[in-house]
């Protein structure tokens, strides 16, 4: 990937990060830790994300401060971000990457199944929203950045709970922006493709695979976690300060 973008205005913002220490969300902390942003994230992946901490430190980055936290306990979440607002004050900037793409059939969905799906998948989102919206108030503004899929845009099968959530992202943002707008908070949706994240290689990426991705994007080569947090800092940024309630797809043109 070429040399990324410099947001000036990202030096000094406080960001927040669901689900940071691996994958996706690992390369959105590199990246706002290295444009000069202080980064809080939480995760359950203890140790990948201790890993991370030391590696943007010893990269000359800020270290980011990391608390292990399960997203789907709502009280817990909620307090870990008061915590860490309280550390490195107010966010400027919320990304809710934090999911989990879990197959499973139509036939085999329980309630409690889909309960749990949700409760990953979905309803940390609007916390998240409630948790930052008094200090972005106080500040007189901030981005929230929701992680979408192009899974339900581009029917993908076998996860029907996971894309009815990735699919309600997108209500969640326009609607977040309505209400949110005044207070000069900006609320958007970054849509990845397939996005080649050590997990998706270890559980889904083979033969057929590699040609379904080669016949369904546009361009060549492979999408990678570092694409979609490049999207992540201009949405973060002052430069977007006029974007809202949109959908920025970032799948190679997939869909």
Known sequence: MTQAANYPSLQGKRVFVTGGGTGIGASIVEAFAKQGASVAFVDIAQADSETLCDAIAASGAGR??????????IAALQHTMKELAAELGDFDVLVNNAANDQRHSVEDV?????????????????????????????KGGGSIINIGSISWIAKGAGYPVYATAKAATHGLTRGMARDLGKHNVRVNTVTPGWVMTQ?????????AAEEEIARSQCLPGKLLPQHIAAMCLFLGADDSAMCTAQDFIVDAGWV
């Open 199 to 207: 997990r998706q290689v270890d559980l889904w990426v083979d033969a």
């Open 64 to 73: 980011p401060l990391f608390r292990a936290c399960d997203i789907t306990d």
């Open 110 to 138: 329980t309630p409690e199944y889909w309960d749990q799906r949700i409760a990953i998948n979905q309803r940390p989102l609007f916390f998240t929203c409630q948790a930052v919206l008094p200090g972005m108030k106080a």
